[in-house]
């Protein structure tokens, strides 16, 4: 069994005055069949034969997440949030996002 911690880091000092993100995006999501995906930090990602101008967001354990690179790869226009899986062989399975985990900042 996994135990995760909540630790709250002690900062001296202060932030600089930011403003939110319009859209943000998600640092993980879980998708509907339970799979996790991490967001994607760098590194030379392929193209997808049938959609060559997507690029890759989200890194999971069996595909990655891909879509237009307007976005972040989660299509919101309904209450539950969507993505393309794009799988090894190139087939491209759109999917459920269940959970959506955000980082934000206590004030």
Known sequence: MTEHELVRVRYRGSYPSVSAP??????????AH???CTL????AW???????????????ADGSVYGPPEGDGIDRT????RV?????????????????YLVGTAG
Not at 47 to 54: D, G, K, L, N, Q
Not at 78 to 81: E, K, L, S, T, Y
Not at 85 to 99: E, I, Y
């Open 40 to 43: 994607r930090v760098g590194g």
């Open 34 to 36: 339970g799979q996790r």
């Open 46 to 60: 392929g193209t997808v034969p049938r959609h060559p101008r997507w690029v890759g967001f989200y890194s999971c």
């Open 78 to 81: 309904d209450a539950a949030w």
């Open 84 to 100: 393309h899986l794009v799988h090894a062989d190139n087939s491209v399975a759109r999917r459920s996002v269940r959970t959506a």
């Open 22 to 31: 319009e859209q943000p995006s998600p640092q993980a999501l879980r998708l």
